[in-house]
């Protein structure tokens, strides 16, 4: 079985502490490219998707939380606040709450909006111990989030944006959705409100759903309390289904917050919040890749890229300089020297990175080297430079498969 948990700790990627804590796990080197690679390409793809990237505190005083409503509708899933003087700050356990403020802070007039704003930050949920499970249910993750301010005409376009955003990402990613589901307000008195303003959300993202070709189940008392919203459902190893994508319409907190823009009447008009994530947090996204591909990640992905195999101390030199002129070309390089065992085994020891350099001494006296595929396919007498081109093509195009 396909277990992240087992695997993530055996392939040197994350771990626990007990000291640390239940639910805190740390990224291990490996495991930390892995993280890094999926941070610059989400925010890339944010940035040519007309997103500005923002940073926002962790922490907020408790009226921030009652003003957004998390506090009366979300409270058993927040940390107890800490007390400073005569205030009282919270670890935040979301971040649209913040994004409203950064709005706020600023006049808007129409001609700006749709305002889409993103960032990468941290997020703190006070879960029990019992749900808790390597990187899938955390209490501390970092969540790639955006929100959209908008008119109410423009809500539609930008819910469907939204959607395509996480269906390109979700295929460059090599990520299967179980299934997407419409997820709505159900008979508990944790949502807020009218219906008219439920009806309106839930309408605009069944259209988006249907104008993509989408199939999708509509549950009821998944929704936000705020809003309804589509969530994009994986499946574990053990067939257990996570959120890892969403996008939800909100009318709910820009009135909390009095938000407004001006009109092209000149008057004040309240903009409508679309919430959006393309990945989710980065615990639970690389949980499902480690599951998916089993270490072997597509190339732009995978911790190392590029390990070249000198097959004797003799080569060693040109292989530390093939490794530094690919890691200065932007690759995870390395070298795997004969101190680590024979050419066989090194080979078997780094069967998981997409490429493999071997260099003897017929292609050190050439200027050459054999590059070899994680799949076993080789290449003989590719200059270094043309081997390099053909990797970083290969990573930046975001190849499947090496």
């Known amino acids: 079985m396909r277990d992240h948990r087992r695997l993530g700790r055996e392939l040197g990627l994350f771990d626990t502490d007990a000291l640390m804590g239940a639910g805190l796990p740390f990224w291990l080197p490996d495991g930390a490219a892995i993280r890094h690679a999926l941070e610059e390409y989400v925010r890339e793809l944010e940035r040519q998707a007309g997103y500005q990237h923002v940073y926002s505190p962790v922490l907020g005083k408790r009226e921030l939380y009652e003003a957004s409503g998390h506090w009366s509708h979300f409270r058993d899933g927040m940390y107890p606040p800490m007390s400073m003087g005569a205030e009282q700050v919270v670890l935040r356990p979301s971040i649209c709450p913040h994004h409203a403020l950064i709005f706020r802070s600023r006049a808007h ?15 703190f949920r006070s879960e029990l111990s019992g749900v808790l499970g390597g990187l899938t249910r955390v209490r501390a993750m970092q969540l790639n989030d955006a929100h959209i301010f908008c008119t109410v005409d423009q809500v539609a376009a930008e819910v469907t944006a939204a959607l395509a955003m996480i269906r390109e990402a979700h295929r460059a990613m090599g990520i299967e959705p179980a299934r997407y589901r419409l997820s709505l307000p159900g008979g508990s008195g944790k949502y807020v409100g009218g219906p008219e303003m439920w009806d309106r959300g839930a309408e605009i993202l069944a259209a988006a759903l249907a104008g993509a070709g989408l ?112 890691i200065a070309c932007g690759l995870r390089a390395g070298v795997a020297g004969p101190d680590q065992g024979t050419l066989g085994a090194r080979i078997r020891a780094n069967r998981l990175v997409p490429y493999q350099a071997v260099l003897g001494a017929a292609e050190v006296s050439e200027g050459v080297a054999a590059l070899r595929l994680r799949d076993g396919t080789r290449f003989a007498g590719l200059r270094e430079g043309d081997l390099i081109d053909r990797v970083g093509r290969q990573v930046a195009a975001r190849a499947a498969q090496p």
């Open 215 to 326: 199939d999708y189940d509509a549950e009821e008392g998944e929704a936000a309390f705020y809003g309804p919203k589509i969530d994009v459902q994986i499946a574990d190893c053990g067939e257990r289904e996570v959120s890892i994508g969403t996008v939800q319409v909100d009318f709910y907190q820009p009135e909390r917050f009095e938000l407004s823009y001006i009109g092209a009447d000149g008057a004040k008009h309240r903009p409508v919040m679309v919430h959006r994530s393309v990945i989710g947090s980065l615990e639970r996204v690389v949980a499902h890749l480690i599951e998916r591909h089993a270490g072997a990640f597509p190339p732009w992905l995978a911790p190392v890229q590029l390990v070249v195999l000198p097959i004797t101390d003799a080569e060693l030199p040109q292989a530390d300089a093939l490794s530094r002129r690919a």
């Open 109 to 123: 007039s129409y001609r700006e909006l749709p305002l889409r704003m993103a960032e990468l930050g941290a997020q």
